[in-house]
């Protein structure tokens, strides 16, 4: 698929789950469980050991899912991006603004959402050449402050990320968000640990119905 349409689809799918910790020999079981629950969006998280080969095993299990995107996150420098990219992600998300990540991703057409906090970050990253941003830490920062970000710079698409869960999503895509990302609301440790996963699918329904609720009443 071209940037674009990963992009059009990561919108569209409403939710990136962030897999932060996630061991290789849960990484399958943990996708299955949040793909059934209706999250189509991965980013397995490159600060967790295995990280590129967890992120092999999924892009080759869902490489005939049209519907399903695997990416890395936490992504700091262009070298774990190509990395990240070679073993079959399709998207990169960073915490912060890294111009050779951005330039790598551009490089090998795959999407880009660098992390920023403020208006002028935004700007400058989008500049560079993000196709998204992650407005991060969301919850820090909150839905208004979102919303204030968008007034002047409604064309460029912002997912929040950082303690998003069911209880706040819908207010942040009705602050304007294309979407959101979600880690600690998806991903349950002692629920892995006891092979129940379950528990996952349920948070993931609970969070895609948050977001769809959202976008519904915002159209
Ligand atoms: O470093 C990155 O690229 C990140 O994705 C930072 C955080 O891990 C996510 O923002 C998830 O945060 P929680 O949903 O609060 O668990």
Redesign the pocket.
């Known amino acids: 698929m071209s940037t674009h349409e990963d992009l059009q689809q990561l919108v569209d799918s409403g939710v990136i789950a962030?897999l932060?910790g996630v061991e290789r020999e849960d990484v399958v079981d943990v996708a299955d469980a949040l793909i059934e629950g209706g999250v189509t969006t991965l980013e397995v998280?490159a600060d967790t050991p295995g990280a590129i080969d967890s992120i092999g095993d999924l892009a080759d299990r869902y490489e005939d899912r049209d519907d399903v995107l695997v990416g890395a996150?936490?992504v700091l420098d262009a070298e774990t991006a190509r990395a990240a990219l070679l073993a079959g992600a399709e998207f990169v998300?960073?915490?912060s603004t890294h111009e050779d990540v951005i330039e790598t991703c551009n490089r090998y057409g795959a999407v880009v959402a660098p992390?920023v906090a403020t208006p002028t970050e935004a700007v400058e990253a989008y500049q560079a050449g993000a196709d998204v941003l992650k407005l991060?830490?969301a919850s820090d920062l909150g839905p208004s402050y979102l919303s204030s970000v968008k007034g002047p710079l409604g064309q460029v698409p912002i997912v929040p990320?950082?303690?998003?869960g069911p209880d706040n999503a819908g207010e942040f895509i009705e602050a304007g968000a294309v979407a959101v990302?979600?880690?600690?609301?998806l991903i349950d440790d002692e629920a892995i640990a006891a092979g129940e996963f379950e528990a996952l699918t349920e948070n993931a329904e609970e969070l895609v119905a948050a977001v769809e609720d959202a976008k519904q009443s915002a159209e």
């Open positions: 962030v932060r998280t996150g936490t998300v960073s915490p992390g991060f830490p990320t950082g303690g998003v990302g979600a880690g600690g609301s």
